[in-house]
């Protein structure tokens, strides 16, 4: 098993940046990816950026390419996500994901974003 908790979250102004924290434990050498993931009122969670424990590949949703940076740490099993020029649309709960074999099977509990305009 993989345990997520994720931190950062909270209220901005547009504009503004936050930086999100996934500490990981647990059994994380069976996981390749990470990821985040958001999810707005009303909407389905949707992809935002990803990226390899090893290879250092990452991936970005198209509305926060430019923006949103994901980095981690390996010798602290953290995944950040830096939020810049945060828009109100921007606005949701954030979540961690860890990979396994080809899914993102592991889940951390959500910190929540709210961009006021």
């Known amino acids: 098993q993989v345990q997520l908790v994720e931190s950062g979250g909270g209220l901005v102004q547009a504009g503004d940046s936050l930086r999100l924290s996934c500490a990981a434990s647990?059994?994380?050498?069976?996981?390749?990816?990470m990821g985040w993931f958001r999810q707005a009122p009303g909407k389905e969670r949707e992809f935002v950026a990803s990226?390899?424990?090893?290879?250092?590949?990452?991936g970005y949703a198209v509305p926060v390419k430019g923006r949103f940076t994901i980095s981690r740490d390996n010798a602290k099993n953290t995944v950040y996500l830096q939020m810049n020029s945060l828009k109100p649309e921007d606005t949701a709960v954030y979540y961690c994901?860890?990979?396994?074999?080809?899914?993102?099977?592991?889940w951390g509990q959500g910190t929540r974003v709210t961009v006021s305009s």
């Open positions: 647990g059994r994380t050498a069976s996981t390749s990816v």
């Open positions: 994901a860890a990979d396994r074999a080809g899914s993102f099977e592991f």
């Open positions: 990226i390899t424990w090893s290879g250092d590949i990452t």
